[in-house]
C-alpha cells in the first residue's frame, strides 16, 4: 500500500486528471498490462494506455483486442472511465466496449469530477451491456490529490 501507484508517474497538467489503469486476468490472477495517463506519447488515458499496450503485443489494432484477452478480465482504475473527450478521442468507455463483453468488471475508486465534461453516463453504457461498474472506497482523498495535482486550485478541494 506504501509504493507509489502509477498514477503518480503521470505529468501534472491543469488539463488532464493523472489516473492510473491496469487489466487483471482474473482467472490466473495475472496483470495484463498497466498504464497510466500520458504513459505513452499523445493525449493517452489510463485505459486507454493499458489497451494500446495490448494490442501492440497482440499485434492488432485496439478494436480487434477482444477476442484474444483472457475471457474474465477486469479493469481497475482510478477514476471513472471517461465517457466524453473535448479532443474527440475515442472515450475510454467506448475502448472497453469494444472488447466485446472480456471486461466483466470495471473497479473504480473514484468518480470523475465535474470539471471537464459535465456528466459522466459512461456508467450506464457499461451497465447496460453487462459490464459491473463497481466503486471502491477508502483511498478517494489520495487518488483525487494525484489525479488533481497540477491543476489551478480554487478553494475546498
Ligand atoms: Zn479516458
Not at 4 to 16: C, F, G, I, L, V
Not at 124 to 129: A, F, G, Q
Amino acid at each position: 500500500m506504501a509504493t507509489a501507484h502509477p498514477a503518480e508517474k503521470s505529468p501534472s497538467k491543469p488539463t488532464n486528471f493523472r489516473v492510473g489503469a491496469l487489466v487483471l486476468d482474473v482467472d490466473t490472477n495475472t496483470i495484463l498490462a498497466t498504464g497510466y495517463t500520458l504513459e505513452l506519447e499523445g493525449n493517452i488515458h489510463a485505459e486507454q494506455c493499458c489497451f494500446m499496450k495490448l494490442a501492440k503485443e497482440h499485434n492488432v489494432a485496439e478494436d480487434q483486442l477482444g477476442p484474444l484477452l483472457p475471457k474474465n478480465s477486469v479493469l481497475y482504475t482510478t477514476m471513472e472511465p471517461c465517457n466524453k473527450r473535448l479532443s474527440g478521442n475515442l472515450p475510454c468507455t467506448e475502448r472497453i466496449l469494444n472488447l466485446k463483453g472480456v471486461i466483466k468488471t470495471v473497479y473504480v475508486s473514484v468518480l470523475e469530477p465535474e470539471k471537464f465534461v459535465r456528466q459522466n453516463e459512461g456508467r450506464k453504457k457499461l451497465e447496460d451491456v453487462g459490464i459491473k461498474v463497481e466503486l471502491v472506497g477508502g483511498l478517494e482523498d489520495r487518488i483525487l490529490a494525484v489525479a488533481t495535482a497540477g491543476h489551478e486550485q480554487k478553494g475546498e478541494v
